[in-house]
């Protein structure tokens, strides 16, 4: 593997091709690719960002439970665990069919750690029939690392301004900000807010996104109301939203108050935290390593009797019974599913039906 570079931002993950597709690897290449830095399921193989791969290679080790197959597969450069998930049906039948000790096999999946250990979530596995297949992948496999993936990905200045451009759109940046955090400086984009506003009429649109850089910018966890209440970045926005509303220059302090109040529950409605002491005036973030995954893990768990697995709606909507997470959005919830998922903490036993990995 040729010498890292510096990687895309994760919000033009998307610009590379690679990035969609299953690229063949050796296992070798697979063992040794980067994790990213602040994106979990994505790795790096050069600065090219990878969450899918495809290996061509033999079987030679096999583990079996009611719950999965682990097969060994042997590619000549290396051993890569290939983990495959049985569907709810197949985990009851007494003669499901898996794959033979000493098959060769094509098999496309995700690259995930567990444990410490590299492996590969599989999508599909089939076996080959042609001795020569494992050859001619070789062949595929060098060709394709010579001509594009130990090519480093370079984007022109153009088409790079202009996937910033959309992304930046009213449409468009929310979706990135709550998608891609590691592409963001929010102190340096609270920076540029209070420095346009000084010029410019302030919505509460603008005093809400102010809120949520300065608590990412802190990266706070526990927001103490006063905390906001006393902060000169929040006041100056709170200020210049009132002096565009009402024409106010030097506002009350319960004018101040009741404002951004009115802007903090604005985001416990939009699900970004909760009122985690009423007596003390805190709230939490929500979040997925916060407190999100840990409650959908307990919720999946709790079904561990249930035949089948927990139906993502029955998560979402339980979930949503507490208090704390009564707004959260279905999106969030996907997207840690899916982290959990990223993780082996649980696995899909049927479309959107989910079951926690068992230990021991």
Known sequence: MATPEVPLPPSLFG??????????????????????????DVYLYNNHPLRKVEVTGIIVGKEESASFV?????????????????SRTERFLIDRKTLLLGTLVRIAGRVSDYRGQRQITVNAISAEND???ETMRWLEVIDLKQSVYD???E???????RARVLLMSPETNRVAANNCPGDRN???????LLREKRDLDTTE??????????????????VPYMVLRHSDEILFLVNRLLMTQNQISNPSA???NSTLARAVQTLVREGFMYLYSEEEDVYEIIRHDVNLGLAILNLIKSDAKCQGGAVLENIIFTLRLDKKFKYVHKNAIEKSVGLLVNASEIYEVDHKEYRAVEIG
């Open 70 to 86: 682990l097969y060994t597969v042997d590619d000549g450069t290396g051993l890569v665990p290939c983990i495959s998930w049985f």
């Open 15 to 40: 610009l590379d091709h690679l990035f969609w597709i299953n690229s063949k690897l050796f296992v070798a290449d697979i063992l040794a690719l980067l994790p990213h830095p602040e994106i979990a």
């Open 205 to 222: 649109q603008d005093l809400k996104r102010a809120l949520k850089l300065f608590i990412q910018s802190k990266e706070l966890v526990r």
């Open 254 to 256: 319960q004018r101040v």
């Open 131 to 133: 001795p020569n297949i």
């Open 186 to 192: 929010p102190s340096v984009e609270l920076e540029q």
């Open 155 to 161: 984007i022109s200045g153009g088409h790079m301004e």
């Open 151 to 153: 090519v480093p990905l």
